[in-house]
Nanobody, 123 residues
Framework: QVHVVESGGGSVQAGGSLRLSCEAS????????MAWFRQAPGKERERVAD???????TYGDSVKGRFTISQDNAKNTVFLQMNSLKPEDTAMYYC?????????????????WGQGTQVTVSS
């Protein structure tokens, strides 16, 4: 059974940083993609970043150059380092995982989801 658990959200002022963590227990590390999505009230869910088992990474245009996704395969954990945060980054952030080699920007592609962690950036 797969469990996805996020941690690390919180409140920060614009320009600040936060680091999110996501542990996906029960997944085969060599055959999985993990991603971060976010959703703000009244807006569509947005893929923020993803990383596959060999470390290939993709970022959404709105976060390129500010966010970094990384992973610790030994712990089946991914991280999202968020720097230079802006008020428009305020959202619920979700970690998602799929038992597949490839990643996708489509939320429906992912099999497992965490409960979400809130990120609030004030101006």
């Amino acid at each position: 059974q797969v469990h996805v658990v996020e941690s690390g959200g919180g409140s920060v002022q614009a320009g600040g940083s936060l680091r999110l963590s996501c542990e996906a227990s029960g997944l085969v590390v060599s055959n999985r993609c993990m991603a971060w999505f976010r959703q703000a009230p009244g807006k569509e869910r947005e893929r923020v970043a993803d990383i596959d088992s060999v470390g290939s990474r993709t970022y959404g245009d709105s976060v390129k150059g500010r966010f970094t996704i990384s992973q610790d395969n030994a712990k089946n954990t991914v991280f999202l380092q968020m720097n230079s945060l802006k008020p428009e980054d305020t959202a619920m952030y979700y970690c998602a995982a799929v038992s597949a080699l490839a990643c996708s920007l489509r939320g429906l592609y992912y099999q497992y989801w965490g409960q979400g962690t809130q990120v609030t950036v004030s101006s």
